[in-house]
Protein backbone atom coordinates (compact mmCIF):
# COMPACT_ATOMS: atom_id res chain seq x y z
CA UNK A 1 0.00 0.00 0.00
CA UNK A 2 0.69 3.68 -0.50
CA UNK A 3 1.53 4.98 2.77
CA UNK A 4 1.72 8.44 0.91
CA UNK A 5 -1.21 11.18 -0.27
CA UNK A 6 -1.95 11.21 -4.32
CA UNK A 7 -1.98 14.73 -5.58
CA UNK A 8 -5.79 14.64 -5.69
CA UNK A 9 -5.93 13.47 -1.85
CA UNK A 10 -3.46 16.49 -1.64
CA UNK A 11 -4.99 18.83 -3.15
CA UNK A 12 -8.06 18.27 -0.85
CA UNK A 13 -6.28 17.75 1.90
CA UNK A 14 -5.27 21.76 1.20
CA UNK A 15 -8.91 22.61 0.46
CA UNK A 16 -9.60 21.12 4.13
CA UNK A 17 -6.85 23.08 5.50
CA UNK A 18 -8.20 26.55 3.80
CA UNK A 19 -11.87 25.85 4.71
CA UNK A 20 -10.55 25.41 8.38
CA UNK A 21 -8.21 28.56 7.98
CA UNK A 22 -11.51 30.39 7.27
CA UNK A 23 -13.42 29.25 10.49
CA UNK A 24 -10.33 29.08 12.94
CA UNK A 25 -11.96 30.29 16.20
CA UNK A 26 -11.84 29.61 19.94
CA UNK A 27 -15.11 28.60 19.94
CA UNK A 28 -14.57 25.77 16.94
CA UNK A 29 -11.30 24.40 17.37
CA UNK A 30 -9.60 23.89 20.95
CA UNK A 31 -6.50 21.45 21.89
CA UNK A 32 -6.81 21.86 25.26
CA UNK A 33 -10.09 19.68 25.24
CA UNK A 34 -8.01 17.05 23.92
CA UNK A 35 -9.77 14.22 22.46
CA UNK A 36 -13.25 15.15 23.58
CA UNK A 37 -12.76 18.26 21.08
CA UNK A 38 -14.33 15.93 18.91
CA UNK A 39 -17.70 16.19 19.90
CA UNK A 40 -20.41 18.92 18.52
CA UNK A 41 -21.90 20.09 21.42
CA UNK A 42 -22.07 23.77 21.27
CA UNK A 43 -24.02 25.92 18.55
CA UNK A 44 -20.83 27.39 17.46
CA UNK A 45 -19.29 24.10 16.72
CA UNK A 46 -22.62 22.83 15.16
CA UNK A 47 -23.21 25.51 12.62
CA UNK A 48 -19.58 24.99 11.78
CA UNK A 49 -20.04 20.92 10.54
CA UNK A 50 -23.22 22.19 9.06
CA UNK A 51 -20.95 23.95 6.81
CA UNK A 52 -18.75 21.13 6.71
CA UNK A 53 -21.90 19.29 5.45
CA UNK A 54 -22.69 21.84 2.91
CA UNK A 55 -19.31 21.52 1.14
CA UNK A 56 -20.18 18.10 0.71
CA UNK A 57 -18.04 16.39 2.83
CA UNK A 58 -20.41 14.41 5.78
CA UNK A 59 -21.04 11.30 3.52
CA UNK A 60 -18.24 10.83 1.46
CA UNK A 61 -18.16 7.25 1.37
CA UNK A 62 -21.92 6.76 1.36
CA UNK A 63 -23.41 5.69 -2.03
CA UNK A 64 -24.82 8.45 -4.40
CA UNK A 65 -28.63 6.93 -3.50
CA UNK A 66 -28.17 8.32 -0.14
CA UNK A 67 -26.83 11.62 -0.78
CA UNK A 68 -22.94 10.49 -0.74
CA UNK A 69 -20.22 10.53 -3.16
CA UNK A 70 -18.76 6.69 -2.98
CA UNK A 71 -15.49 8.04 -2.39
CA UNK A 72 -12.59 6.05 -1.00
CA UNK A 73 -12.19 6.14 2.96
CA UNK A 74 -8.93 8.06 2.81
CA UNK A 75 -10.81 11.14 2.43
CA UNK A 76 -12.75 10.75 5.54
CA UNK A 77 -9.27 10.16 6.69
CA UNK A 78 -7.86 13.40 5.71
CA UNK A 79 -11.00 15.52 6.55
CA UNK A 80 -11.22 14.02 10.29
CA UNK A 81 -7.29 14.59 11.11
CA UNK A 82 -7.42 17.81 9.94
CA UNK A 83 -10.26 18.41 11.70
CA UNK A 84 -8.83 16.65 14.72
CA UNK A 85 -5.09 17.92 15.00
CA UNK A 86 -6.57 21.55 15.76
CA UNK A 87 -8.88 20.91 18.03
CA UNK A 88 -12.30 20.72 16.34
CA UNK A 89 -15.55 18.49 15.98
CA UNK A 90 -15.01 15.75 14.06
CA UNK A 91 -17.58 13.70 11.43
CA UNK A 92 -18.34 11.37 14.12
CA UNK A 93 -21.35 8.78 15.36
CA UNK A 94 -23.60 10.26 13.09
CA UNK A 95 -21.84 9.78 9.56
CA UNK A 96 -19.63 6.46 10.31
CA UNK A 97 -21.79 4.42 13.65
CA UNK A 98 -25.64 5.36 12.84
CA UNK A 99 -25.28 6.35 9.40
CA UNK A 100 -23.24 3.38 8.10
CA UNK A 101 -25.33 1.13 10.00
CA UNK A 102 -28.52 2.52 8.79
CA UNK A 103 -27.42 2.25 5.51
CA UNK A 104 -26.45 -1.53 5.51
CA UNK A 105 -29.12 -2.81 8.07
CA UNK A 106 -31.66 -0.02 8.22
CA UNK A 107 -35.21 -0.08 6.92
CA UNK A 108 -36.64 2.61 4.06
CA UNK A 109 -38.40 4.33 6.76
CA UNK A 110 -35.28 4.70 8.87
CA UNK A 111 -33.00 6.05 6.25
CA UNK A 112 -35.56 8.68 4.53
CA UNK A 113 -36.10 9.46 8.24
CA UNK A 114 -32.02 10.01 8.95
CA UNK A 115 -29.74 9.91 6.58
CA UNK A 116 -30.54 13.80 5.16
CA UNK A 117 -30.60 14.84 8.90
CA UNK A 118 -27.17 13.72 9.02
CA UNK A 119 -25.52 15.25 5.81
CA UNK A 120 -26.84 18.56 7.39
CA UNK A 121 -26.37 17.77 10.50
CA UNK A 122 -29.57 18.74 11.69
CA UNK A 123 -29.16 16.09 14.28
CA UNK A 124 -27.12 14.58 17.37
CA UNK A 125 -26.75 11.34 18.81
CA UNK A 126 -26.02 10.06 22.04
CA UNK A 127 -24.56 6.21 22.03
CA UNK A 128 -25.89 4.16 24.42
CA UNK A 129 -23.68 0.75 25.03
CA UNK A 130 -22.26 1.11 28.17
CA UNK A 131 -24.15 0.22 31.40
CA UNK A 132 -22.81 -0.45 34.90
CA UNK A 133 -21.98 -4.03 34.84
CA UNK A 134 -21.73 -4.08 30.96
CA UNK A 135 -18.80 -2.05 30.00
CA UNK A 136 -16.08 -3.14 27.47
CA UNK A 137 -18.34 -6.66 27.37
CA UNK A 138 -21.30 -4.71 25.64
CA UNK A 139 -22.63 -8.28 25.51
CA UNK A 140 -23.59 -8.08 28.93
CA UNK A 141 -25.90 -4.79 28.59
CA UNK A 142 -29.37 -5.78 30.88
CA UNK A 143 -31.46 -2.82 29.69
CA UNK A 144 -35.11 -5.16 28.82
CA UNK A 145 -37.24 -4.53 26.35
CA UNK A 146 -40.49 -6.13 26.56
CA UNK A 147 -42.78 -6.48 23.52
CA UNK A 148 -45.64 -3.93 24.42
CA UNK A 149 -48.79 -2.59 22.46
CA UNK A 150 -49.64 0.94 24.19
CA UNK A 151 -53.10 2.66 24.17
CA UNK A 152 -53.30 3.43 20.50
CA UNK A 153 -52.50 0.08 19.66
CA UNK A 154 -49.21 0.39 18.19
CA UNK A 155 -46.90 -2.46 18.67
CA UNK A 156 -43.11 -1.89 19.74
CA UNK A 157 -40.99 -2.44 22.59
CA UNK A 158 -41.25 -1.01 26.63
CA UNK A 159 -37.76 -0.41 27.67
CA UNK A 160 -36.76 -0.11 31.20
CA UNK A 161 -32.88 0.22 32.78
CA UNK A 162 -29.73 2.40 33.15
CA UNK A 163 -27.18 3.24 30.76
CA UNK A 164 -23.45 4.97 31.35
CA UNK A 165 -20.76 7.11 30.00
CA UNK A 166 -23.32 8.50 27.78
CA UNK A 167 -21.31 11.09 26.62
CA UNK A 168 -23.88 13.31 24.54
CA UNK A 169 -26.96 12.52 26.22
CA UNK A 170 -27.41 15.83 27.53
CA UNK A 171 -27.67 17.81 23.96
CA UNK A 172 -28.17 15.12 21.67
CA UNK A 173 -31.85 14.57 20.32
CA UNK A 174 -31.35 10.84 19.69
CA UNK A 175 -30.54 7.81 21.33
CA UNK A 176 -29.23 4.90 19.63
CA UNK A 177 -29.38 2.15 21.83
CA UNK A 178 -28.78 -0.98 22.51
CA UNK A 179 -31.47 -2.87 24.42
CA UNK A 180 -31.53 -7.01 25.95
CA UNK A 181 -35.09 -8.42 23.69
CA UNK A 182 -33.98 -12.11 24.28
CA UNK A 183 -32.85 -12.71 28.07
CA UNK A 184 -31.89 -16.11 27.35
CA UNK A 185 -28.93 -15.50 24.70
CA UNK A 186 -26.32 -13.28 25.18
CA UNK A 187 -25.25 -12.51 22.21
CA UNK A 188 -28.52 -13.29 19.90
CA UNK A 189 -30.64 -10.93 22.82
CA UNK A 190 -29.37 -7.69 21.89
CA UNK A 191 -31.67 -4.92 19.50
CA UNK A 192 -30.56 -1.79 18.41
CA UNK A 193 -33.41 1.06 18.53
CA UNK A 194 -33.53 4.82 18.23
CA UNK A 195 -35.25 6.62 21.15
CA UNK A 196 -36.05 10.27 20.78
CA UNK A 197 -34.04 11.42 23.98
CA UNK A 198 -36.80 14.48 25.08
CA UNK A 199 -38.93 11.11 25.58
CA UNK A 200 -40.79 11.62 29.02
CA UNK A 201 -39.28 8.36 30.82
CA UNK A 202 -35.68 9.61 30.20
CA UNK A 203 -33.78 11.07 33.20
CA UNK A 204 -30.02 12.33 32.54
CA UNK A 205 -27.51 12.71 35.38
CA UNK A 206 -24.39 14.39 34.56
CA UNK A 207 -21.19 12.40 35.72
CA UNK A 208 -18.03 14.65 35.20
CA UNK A 209 -14.80 13.08 34.46
CA UNK A 210 -11.53 13.36 34.98
CA UNK A 211 -10.57 15.21 32.13
CA UNK A 212 -12.98 18.19 33.05
CA UNK A 213 -15.60 16.88 30.70
CA UNK A 214 -19.00 15.75 30.66
CA UNK A 215 -20.30 11.95 30.06
CA UNK A 216 -23.75 10.89 31.68
CA UNK A 217 -26.04 8.05 33.24
CA UNK A 218 -29.15 7.80 31.22
CA UNK A 219 -31.93 6.21 33.05
CA UNK A 220 -35.06 4.99 30.69
CA UNK A 221 -38.27 4.17 32.91
CA UNK A 222 -41.45 2.48 31.22
CA UNK A 223 -39.94 4.24 27.35
CA UNK A 224 -41.84 2.96 24.45
CA UNK A 225 -39.96 2.39 21.23
CA UNK A 226 -42.44 1.83 17.79
CA UNK A 227 -41.54 -1.19 15.92
CA UNK A 228 -40.45 0.61 13.38
CA UNK A 229 -37.70 2.32 15.28
CA UNK A 230 -35.78 -1.18 15.53
CA UNK A 231 -32.57 -0.85 13.80
CA UNK A 232 -32.28 -4.03 11.78
CA UNK A 233 -33.78 -7.17 12.75
CA UNK A 234 -34.68 -7.79 15.78
CA UNK A 235 -31.82 -9.58 18.13
CA UNK A 236 -29.19 -8.93 16.33
CA UNK A 237 -28.34 -5.85 17.65
CA UNK A 238 -24.46 -6.98 19.17
CA UNK A 239 -23.67 -7.63 15.38
CA UNK A 240 -24.49 -4.36 14.46
CA UNK A 241 -22.90 -3.29 17.25
CA UNK A 242 -19.72 -5.05 16.77
CA UNK A 243 -19.34 -4.00 13.10
CA UNK A 244 -19.75 -0.68 13.97
CA UNK A 245 -17.35 -0.43 17.08
CA UNK A 246 -14.22 -0.94 13.73
CA UNK A 247 -15.15 2.92 13.14
CA UNK A 248 -15.21 3.70 16.55
CA UNK A 249 -12.08 2.66 18.09
CA UNK A 250 -10.39 4.33 14.74
CA UNK A 251 -12.68 7.25 14.65
CA UNK A 252 -12.44 8.00 17.95
CA UNK A 253 -8.78 8.33 18.46
CA UNK A 254 -7.08 10.08 15.76
CA UNK A 255 -3.54 10.22 14.89
CA UNK A 256 -3.63 13.84 14.37
CA UNK A 257 -3.85 15.20 18.69
CA UNK A 258 -1.18 12.85 19.35
CA UNK A 259 1.00 14.31 16.35
CA UNK A 260 0.05 17.87 17.48
CA UNK A 261 1.08 17.25 21.55
CA UNK A 262 4.58 15.57 20.03
CA UNK A 263 5.25 18.19 18.23
CA UNK A 264 4.54 20.60 21.43
CA UNK A 265 7.28 18.63 23.43
CA UNK A 266 9.61 18.16 20.79
CA UNK A 267 9.67 22.32 20.08
CA UNK A 268 9.71 22.42 24.30
CA UNK A 269 12.44 19.90 24.61
CA UNK A 270 14.73 22.27 21.67
CA UNK A 271 13.97 25.62 23.05
CA UNK A 272 14.43 24.98 26.51
CA UNK A 273 17.69 25.29 29.09
CA UNK A 274 17.81 23.85 31.75
CA UNK A 275 20.40 24.60 34.57
CA UNK A 276 21.97 26.28 32.03
CA UNK A 277 22.29 23.38 29.26
CA UNK A 278 20.09 22.98 26.45
CA UNK A 279 17.46 20.06 27.35
CA UNK A 280 18.10 18.89 23.85
CA UNK A 281 21.48 18.03 24.31
CA UNK A 282 20.17 15.57 27.20
CA UNK A 283 21.31 12.09 25.79
CA UNK A 284 18.37 10.34 27.85
CA UNK A 285 15.94 12.88 26.99
CA UNK A 286 17.30 12.77 23.15
CA UNK A 287 16.81 9.33 23.21
CA UNK A 288 13.23 9.09 24.66
CA UNK A 289 12.67 11.94 22.14
CA UNK A 290 13.61 9.37 19.45
CA UNK A 291 11.29 6.50 20.41
CA UNK A 292 8.21 8.80 20.79
CA UNK A 293 8.65 9.97 17.27
CA UNK A 294 9.15 6.47 16.08
CA UNK A 295 6.21 5.09 17.64
CA UNK A 296 4.29 8.25 16.68
CA UNK A 297 5.28 7.26 12.83
CA UNK A 298 4.04 3.66 13.31
CA UNK A 299 0.65 4.46 15.05
CA UNK A 300 0.28 7.02 11.57
CA UNK A 301 0.95 4.25 9.20
CA UNK A 302 -1.05 1.83 11.36
CA UNK A 303 -4.19 4.10 10.65
CA UNK A 304 -3.62 4.39 6.81
CA UNK A 305 -3.39 0.05 7.31
CA UNK A 306 -6.76 0.43 8.62
CA UNK A 307 -8.02 2.77 6.35
CA UNK A 308 -6.64 0.66 2.98
CA UNK A 309 -8.48 -2.69 4.41
CA UNK A 310 -11.50 -0.27 4.90
CA UNK A 311 -11.76 1.02 1.68
CA UNK A 312 -11.51 -2.87 0.52
CA UNK A 313 -14.32 -3.73 2.71
CA UNK A 314 -16.64 -0.55 1.45
CA UNK A 315 -16.25 -1.99 -2.16
CA UNK A 316 -16.96 -5.43 -1.21
CA UNK A 317 -20.37 -4.15 0.68
CA UNK A 318 -21.27 -1.95 -2.55
CA UNK A 319 -20.94 -5.22 -4.55
CA UNK A 320 -22.96 -7.25 -2.69
CA UNK A 321 -20.36 -9.43 -1.56
CA UNK A 322 -19.49 -11.55 1.35
CA UNK A 323 -16.84 -9.33 3.59
CA UNK A 324 -14.95 -9.66 7.11
CA UNK A 325 -14.95 -6.10 8.86
CA UNK A 326 -10.95 -5.08 9.70
CA UNK A 327 -11.43 -5.64 13.95
CA UNK A 328 -7.96 -7.06 14.28
CA UNK A 329 -6.84 -3.78 12.29
CA UNK A 330 -8.77 -1.65 14.49
CA UNK A 331 -7.83 -3.14 17.67
CA UNK A 332 -3.99 -3.02 16.80
CA UNK A 333 -4.26 0.62 16.12
CA UNK A 334 -6.94 1.31 19.04
CA UNK A 335 -4.21 -0.44 21.39
CA UNK A 336 -1.17 1.03 20.24
CA UNK A 337 -2.28 4.36 19.90
CA UNK A 338 -3.87 5.06 22.90
CA UNK A 339 -1.05 3.38 24.65
CA UNK A 340 0.95 5.59 23.25
CA UNK A 341 -0.76 8.65 23.69
CA UNK A 342 -0.41 7.68 27.60
CA UNK A 343 3.38 7.22 26.80
CA UNK A 344 3.39 10.73 25.49
CA UNK A 345 1.73 12.29 28.38
CA UNK A 346 3.95 10.22 30.78
CA UNK A 347 6.98 11.86 28.85
CA UNK A 348 5.53 15.34 28.90
CA UNK A 349 5.27 15.21 32.89
CA UNK A 350 8.77 13.90 33.47
CA UNK A 351 10.24 15.85 30.83
CA UNK A 352 8.49 19.29 32.25
CA UNK A 353 9.40 18.80 35.78
CA UNK A 354 7.23 20.05 38.37
CA UNK A 355 6.14 22.80 36.62
CA UNK A 356 4.32 20.30 34.31
CA UNK A 357 1.35 19.90 36.79
CA UNK A 358 0.19 23.10 36.80
CA UNK A 359 -3.37 23.24 35.33
CA UNK A 360 -3.63 23.68 31.56
CA UNK A 361 -3.75 27.00 29.85
CA UNK A 362 -1.27 28.28 33.04
CA UNK A 363 0.74 30.72 30.66
CA UNK A 364 3.76 30.32 32.51
CA UNK A 365 3.80 26.48 33.02
CA UNK A 366 5.87 24.37 30.67
CA UNK A 367 4.21 23.84 27.72
CA UNK A 368 1.41 25.93 28.66
CA UNK A 369 0.27 23.50 31.08
CA UNK A 370 -0.79 21.11 28.19
CA UNK A 371 0.82 18.50 29.87
CA UNK A 372 -1.74 18.14 32.85
CA UNK A 373 -4.52 18.01 30.89
CA UNK A 374 -3.01 15.06 28.21
CA UNK A 375 -2.31 13.24 31.31
CA UNK A 376 -6.02 13.23 32.57
CA UNK A 377 -7.48 12.85 29.22
CA UNK A 378 -5.00 9.37 28.67
CA UNK A 379 -6.75 7.45 30.91
CA UNK A 380 -10.27 8.21 29.21
CA UNK A 381 -8.17 7.20 25.97
CA UNK A 382 -7.33 3.39 26.70
CA UNK A 383 -11.04 2.33 28.28
CA UNK A 384 -13.14 4.33 25.92
CA UNK A 385 -14.27 2.41 22.76
CA UNK A 386 -13.14 -0.65 24.47
CA UNK A 387 -10.15 -1.06 27.28
CA UNK A 388 -6.65 -1.77 26.11
CA UNK A 389 -7.10 -5.74 27.57
CA UNK A 390 -10.38 -6.13 25.10
CA UNK A 391 -8.44 -5.12 22.30
CA UNK A 392 -5.55 -7.07 23.53
CA UNK A 393 -8.19 -10.18 23.90
CA UNK A 394 -9.25 -9.43 20.08
CA UNK A 395 -5.89 -9.07 18.50
CA UNK A 396 -5.04 -12.95 20.48
CA UNK A 397 -8.26 -14.81 19.74
CA UNK A 398 -8.93 -13.47 16.38
CA UNK A 399 -5.72 -12.17 14.83
CA UNK A 400 -3.34 -14.96 16.53
CA UNK A 401 -5.89 -17.82 16.54
CA UNK A 402 -5.33 -18.47 21.05
CA UNK A 403 -7.75 -19.78 22.14
CA UNK A 404 -10.35 -17.78 24.53
CA UNK A 405 -8.76 -19.31 27.67
CA UNK A 406 -5.28 -19.13 27.51
Same mark, same amino acid.
Given at each position: ????? *??? +? ?14 ? !? ?42 ? +? ?11 ? %? ?17 ? !? ?24 ? $? ?89 ? $? ?23 ? +? ?21 ? !? %? ?32 ? $? ?44 ? &? ?13 ? !??? &??? &????? *? ?25 GLGLPKNF
Open positions: MDFEY *SED +QQAFNKEVIAFCDDHD !TIEIFDVTRENMAQIVDTPERRAFMKEVGHQGWLGITWPTEYGG +QEGEGVYEYILNE %ELAGRGGPQIGKGVGIIGK !TLIAHGSDFLKDMFLPMILENDVEFA $VGYSEPNAGSDAASMRMKGVPHTNADGKTGWLVNGQKTWTTSAHFAEWYWCGVRTDQDNKHLGISLMLIPMDDPGITINGIWTMGDERTNE $VWLDNVFVPDEFVVGEVNYGFKYIS +QALDLERFTMFTYAPIKQRLDLL !T %EYVRTTVRDGEPLKNDPVIRSRMASLHTEAEVAR $VMGLKFVAEAVKVEALVRAGKEYQPPTVIASEYKLFATELSRRLAD &ASMDIGGPGSQLRVK !TED &APM &AGRSE *STYRYTVIDTIGGGSSEIQKNIIARR
